[in-house]
């Protein structure tokens, strides 16, 4: 075989071998485009109500959750209008101001919240499940919509059940991108909300 027509084959070969090792990338489905967009809305204020109920409580109130990236601020007030407490929350610190105006600072806001209120809620895990936004660790459940239907919340620390989160209707204002009636339950806690109003940058 002529040496020239021998190089020819060679190269032609070893292109053949590089296209065989091609990594050919996964389509992208409806769910990834809806993550996707749920990841750019990182400043919005979510309007509605809430229950938390234990064995040892039931608190409705309605509330106020403004996010801008990672602060959180956080707004109760009962059926009046009265505050009954502000939370402000960043990934080191967050104060609580009660309804009498007592200011109290830690730096966990979900440990805040419980230690003084009772009121068990996962603050740093809601800056995204309140979206319909799972975390890297959360085992998901999509519905036909290819919404986030539910998740769960496993604690490998404690071995323990974490959050579980049922995602109920989305807010057909927002052309059902959020959602609009969640429910969460972690053992004898329970945490439901009804969205009335989503405000974010379109």
Not at 95 to 109: F, I, K, M, S, T
Not at 132 to 150: M, S, V, Y
Request: hydrophobic fraction near 40%; aromatic fraction near 8%.
């Amino acid at each position: 075989m002529p040496r020239s027509l021998w190089f020819t084959l060679s190269f032609l070969l070893g292109l053949l071998a590089l296209s065989g090792c091609t990594t050919v990338p996964a389509p992208t489905t409806e769910w990834d485009n809806h993550q996707a967009a749920l990841e750019d809305i990182n400043n919005f204020t979510a309007k509605g109500k809430v229950a938390f109920i234990s064995p040892e409580q039931r608190v409705s109130a309605n509330f106020l959750w403004k996010q801008r990236d990672d602060e959180l601020s956080l707004r109760l007030t009962n059926f009046l209008g009265t505050t009954l407490l502000t939370l402000d929350a960043t990934p080191n610190m967050a104060v609580l101001v009660d309804g009498e105006g007592q200011r109290y600072v830690d730096r966990n806001a979900s440990t805040l919240l419980r230690n003084l209120t009772g009121v068990a809620l996962p603050v740093d895990e809601m800056t995204q499940w309140i979206k319909g936004l799972p975390t890297e660790k959360n085992d998901i459940t999509l519905g036909g919509d290819n919404r986030l239907a539910f998740l769960s919340e496993n604690s490998a620390d404690t071995n323990q059940p974490g959050w579980q989160v049922e995602y109920n209707a989305y807010d057909a204002n927002t052309d059902s991108l959020l959602p609009s009636r969640i429910k969460m339950n972690q053992n004898t806690q329970k945490v439901n909300l009804v969205i009335s109003e989503w405000i974010f940058p379109q």
